[in-house]
């Protein structure tokens, strides 16, 4: 075995071992005065997570990491499943009126960190 294929195999083991990460799912309902966000992801139990924000720029802040809204904020965490999403509540009155607000899903499930598209939505008084 040459250091060069020694070399390569050591470095992407853990990539192969490594769980797949399956894409969340974000809905995002505004109600009268409630806003509602649910997260789906994978199968298993996993956290989800729902960043707020009021741009649409996404960044990688690390290698490994999917991307995620550049400066969101965390409205939300919760647990979900594959028959229950993740589901979140907010009153509309905790974020602004009359702007473009972005919302992203987050999942963590098995080690595996993955992040939905990015969705627009506002809230109209």
Not at 44 to 68: E, M
């Amino acid at each position: 075995m040459t250091p060069a294929l020694l070399f390569s195999l050591v470095t992407l083991a853990p990539l192969t071992l490594a769980p797949l990460a399956v894409e969340p799912k974000l809905e995002v309902a505004v109600r009268g005065e409630r806003v509602l966000f649910d997260v789906s992801g994978p199968s298993q139990p996993f956290v989800g997570i729902v960043l707020g924000s009021l741009s649409y720029q996404t960044s990688h802040y690390l290698v490994g990491l999917p991307p995620l809204l550049t400066d969101g904020v965390v409205l939300g965490f919760g647990v979900g499943d594959a028959t229950t999403p993740m589901h979140l509540e907010l009153a509309a009155g905790a974020l602004p009126a009359g702007v473009r607000l972005f919302a992203q899903g987050v999942t963590l499930d098995d080690g595996a960190l993955a992040s939905s598209e990015v969705m627009r939505f506002a809230i109209d008084r």
